[in-house]
């Protein structure tokens, strides 16, 4: 699947059966969902940046509830959808040691509907219990759930199992998708983000959901949200200058002159205004900026740190722990490592 311009919202559909996780089901449509308005709030720009149209689909439209008595009301029935940009199967809660082949027999005829119309088939974890007894992956590579790897040996020698892989995109255009552990499908969703609206768009919501290793905090993940509003038009003329020009030599002292007031008045009206003092906010648009050259491109860490404003790197480095928790190259490493190649 490759990043493309859509004419419309790409359709998710989330299949629903009483086997299925409620916290994968909700947590995956919660996130196709609201992200994209969520993060254009957050961050103050424009428009949703990553439309979908996400829809539950079950056999039947009639509510039902699926594991732990969670309730589920389909938007869809089977039949009233021939196509989806995406099928997505969550985690089944089903025995492995049981063949499960006269199982959702509607739900697998759909699927491989759905996937000779063009449509991508994923699942998660346990899921790929179902999507294998559709015969979609039979011959193909498949990854699913450690507990699962005899129950694939024994009922699906003909999927090539490679058990060790979280995320694995196989087939024509690499139209099937299966995933490893429940947890997973949070590489999935990311996965999709970016196939639809590209890798920047994906690593924005790794950042706002704080999804993948959060043993490092919270700082890694955060971003420069959009300035307070204020309507002090001194200020914004000088925060219009330092966006174009944030990597200048001596910001505060330039911002102070292009004021026109004194420097305490300055330093007093720009905290009412924004909420940072001049120097914290200098310091949070540089490595912000830095951000986004560690995650797009692959140039020095020194050259990052002469770009963003800091002839010292030894400086910049220890700033940029500061405020993100990492060092730069740790920064790189965990979102260059989202991005989908």
Not at 128 to 150: E, K, R
Not at 228 to 253: C, F
Request: aromatic share 10%; net charge neutral; charged share 20%.
């Amino acid at each position: 699947m490759q990043s493309q311009k859509l004419r419309k919202p790409p359709i998710i559909a989330i299949v629903a059966v009483p086997e299925s996780s409620g916290a994968v089901l909700y947590g995956m449509f919660e996130v196709f969902s609201v992200f994209g308005a969520a993060w254009a709030e957050i961050m103050g720009e424009p428009h949703n940046s990553a439309v979908f149209d996400v829809r539950i689909v079950a056999p039947s439209r009639d509510p039902f509830t699926c594991v732990g008595g969670v309730p589920v009301t389909p938007h869809a029935s089977l039949q009233e959808l021939d196509y989806a940009d995406a099928v997505i199967i969550t985690d089944l809660a089903i025995n492995p040691e049981v063949c499960h082949d006269n199982s959702w027999l509607e739900v697998k005829s759909w699927l491989t509907q759905i996937h000779r119309a063009g449509g991508t088939v994923c699942s998660v974890c346990s899921g790929s219990v179902l999507l294998a007894g559709s015969g979609l992956l039979d011959n193909q590579p498949a990854t699913t759930h450690w507990a699962f790897v005899s129950h694939f040996q024994r009922f699906y020698p003909q999927v090539k199992l490679e058990a060790g892989r979280v995320l694995l995109p196989v087939g024509e255009d690499r139209r099937i998708v299966t995933c490893g552990g429940m947890a997973a499908w949070e590489d999935l969703a990311l996965y999709l983000i970016a196939g639809y609206y590209g890798e920047g768009t994906a690593v924005n919501a790794a950042k706002l959901f704080l999804f993948g290793d959060r043993s490092e905090g919270q700082l890694l993940f955060a971003a420069m949200t959009k300035p307070k509003r204020h309507e002090d038009a001194v200020i914004s003329d000088v925060q219009l200058w330092l966006a174009e020009h944030y990597d200048t030599l001596n910001p505060v002292t330039k911002m102070v002159q292009r004021s026109g007031l004194a420097e305490r008045s300055f330093k007093r009206r720009f905290k009412i205004a924004t909420g940072y003092k001049p120097i914290d906010y200098v310091q949070t648009l540089r490595v912000e900026e830095a951000k986004h050259m560690l995650e797009a491109t692959s140039e020095a860490i020194d050259q990052v740190a002469r770009k963003t404003g800091y002839e010292d790197p030894t400086s910049f480095r220890r700033l940029f722990k500061r405020l993100t928790g990492v060092t730069p190259g740790r920064y790189r490493q965990r979102f260059q490592s989202r991005r989908v190649r």
